[in-house]
């Protein structure tokens, strides 16, 4: 297997065209193209989709990739150990979901690059739905996220998994009903909820998606609602006295605005969740970084531990 194909194949999945692989690589579009051409004889599938613009890969490509860059990364660290290099370079790419996003924000990151000095990171936000096609396909290499009841790992059922991908939860949450501190008086069942205003993600949430499953289940539905598109939006439009939300408990104590919220005690309103870090089991070399991650996240949640959201339910 030439490697010169395989970086090839990577860079024109990146560029979604053989022209923009070829001013990547420093080469012409013809030698591009023969160097896809071969591997697609040696392999005996096609890698691309040709009759779409901008390229896509085709199933058989998707595969290619997700091989492609694990075997490359696996060359370097073999690189490395032979030349007595002990330190981890090259790139690092991070799922990080919308509702795990607090607890690798700023600091922690820079904490991570400061470990891991000489690599290169690259941190792809989403919601994990979005995310976990990207882990398997290789695009990624580890993913943060916020897991809902069930056995809901990465947007899908854990028993869909493939044996791939390797879960390891971190840390538990739990999806509450908040509202501000401001307000004198606090719904205290789902049709006193809903009878008030609520900010709320757009549908296809599943914060969401559990508050309209509980309001019907009760008989009742949340009339008033404004969307907003972020989740540290909502919590703003909450804690200014806007209306009521439905939220990660921890994503509301890493809040900036976590002293202007209250969780409320609605009986039904509160499922259990999980921050769970997700990687491939080919992960190799990158198993030091990934695990440096989870150690991160562990410390980062030690002050959105039950203690402090008991206070914050009271405050």
Excluded at 199 to 211: K, T
Excluded at 262 to 287: C, E, Q, V, Y
């Amino acid at each position: 297997m030439d490697t010169r194909e395989l970086e090839a194949l990577i860079a024109v999945s990146d560029a979604q065209s053989f022209h923009g692989a070829a001013t990547r690589l420093g080469l012409t579009q013809p030698a591009v193209t023969r160097r896809i051409q071969r591997l697609e004889e040696r392999i005996g599938a096609s890698l691309f989709d040709r009759s779409t613009k901008p390229l896509h890969p085709t199933p058989a490509g998707h595969r290619a990739l997700s091989e492609a860059r694990d075997l490359l990364r696996r060359l370097d660290g073999f690189s490395d150990s032979i030349s007595g290099k002990t330190t981890r370079h090259g790139p690092f790419r991070l799922g990080l979901s919308h509702g795990a996003a607090p607890l690798m924000a700023a600091s922690e990151l820079r904490e991570l690059h400061q470990t891991f000095p000489d690599m290169s990171l690259t941190i792809k936000s989403g919601w994990s739905s979005e995310l976990l096609p990207l882990l398997r396909r290789g695009e990624i290499d580890a993913m943060l996220s916020l897991d809902g009841p069930n056995g809901i790992v990465g947007g899908v059922q854990s028993r869909d998994l493939p044996a791939s991908l390797l879960p390891e939860t971190l840390l538990d949450d739990h999806i509450v009903a908040i509202g501000p501190t401001s307000a004198r008086d606090h719904p205290s069942t789902i049709a006193e909820l809903a009878k008030h205003p609520m900010i709320l993600m757009p549908e296809g949430c599943a914060f969401r998606a559990l508050g309209n499953a509980w309001a019907r289940k009760n008989g009742v539905e949340f009339k008033s609602v404004l969307e907003v598109s972020a989740l540290e939006l909502q919590i703003e439009m909450v804690a200014a006295g806007a209306g009521y939300g439905i939220m990660a408990r921890r994503f509301c104590m890493h809040s900036p605005a976590r002293d202007r919220i209250r969780i409320l005690d609605i009986p039904g309103m509160n499922w259990g969740m999980a921050i769970t870090l997700i990687r491939r089991a080919s992960s190799g070399d990158l198993n030091v970084i990934i695990d440096k991650v989870g150690e991160i996240v562990i410390q980062a949640g030690a002050i959105s531990n039950i203690d402090d959201a008991q206070r914050l339910s009271a405050s």
